[in-house]
């Protein structure tokens, strides 16, 4: 009896393991599926409501996923989470974390250390230019953008059909 | 006395800017909802001009943090006015000082906050590393 007992607790026991294995494996699919199995996903990051407004408008028609964020923590959330973007373009001044430190921290995590980022902004500095290069930026691109010119550069670093 | 009016016409000032920079927000975003609801298509220029907003309350905004600075520097060197007239003394070559630097980070982030629309020129930048 005790070793029925015992039999039947091991059986439990592993049932729930296996339960909580394959949920996990199934979202960790769902995640893959919505970003890597249909258009690349780019996300944009900007503190202003118009400036993002002004960007969806200008990719409404390219075959991307686009999100975006007003605060740039939100987004390395998201990354943090799962959420794995094919091409990042933010802003650079922001308030409590800006262009240059976001794309410090998202070098730092295994699944963006590699991920293309253009910094899209009104800063023409230099200096700047430099510190992002030297982070590992892909490309620097000055606002008020031109439609067609972003919409090129994107499809560039994603290398979609032209 | 006299700290206080200019004090006043500051905040006047500033609050005159943030409801501009509002207002502007208000109208920009209630036209890009009316472009996408409508699914209309803007050329490359009309596009452009949209961005121009983001760009004026960044300049705004810069003004902003320019005069809540001045607004302070005002209040301390007001606080010692009335404390110590050899005390004043010291502080207005401070005041000057601080207001100098105010002036000369106002001007820098005008010209960060410009792009490229300062030059006037029709080139736009896109740099690859």
Redesign the interface.
Known sequence: MNFLNTFLAKVKLIKEMLHIRLTTEVSAFNVRKEYKMGNPMVMFIDD????L??T???V?SMPIESKQYLEAQQCLADVKAGVVPDLIITDL?MPVMNGLELLKALRELPATKRTPVLML?????DEL?QQ??ALG??????????????KS?IT?VLRLPA | MMFQTLNDLLEHIKQVELETITLSQEAQLKISNFIERNKLELDDEAAEALQYQDIVSQQLSATIEAIETVQKTLKVYAHNFSEDEKIADSSIAILRKKLDGVLETAKSKKEAFSGHVKSGSDEHEIEFF
């Open positions: 202003s409501e118009t400036a407004a002004s969806r408008m200008t409404s001044n902004t009104t800063e023409t500095k230019k992002g290069k930026l892909t490309g620097w691109i000055v606002k008020p953008f031109n439609p067609t010119q972003l550069a560039r």
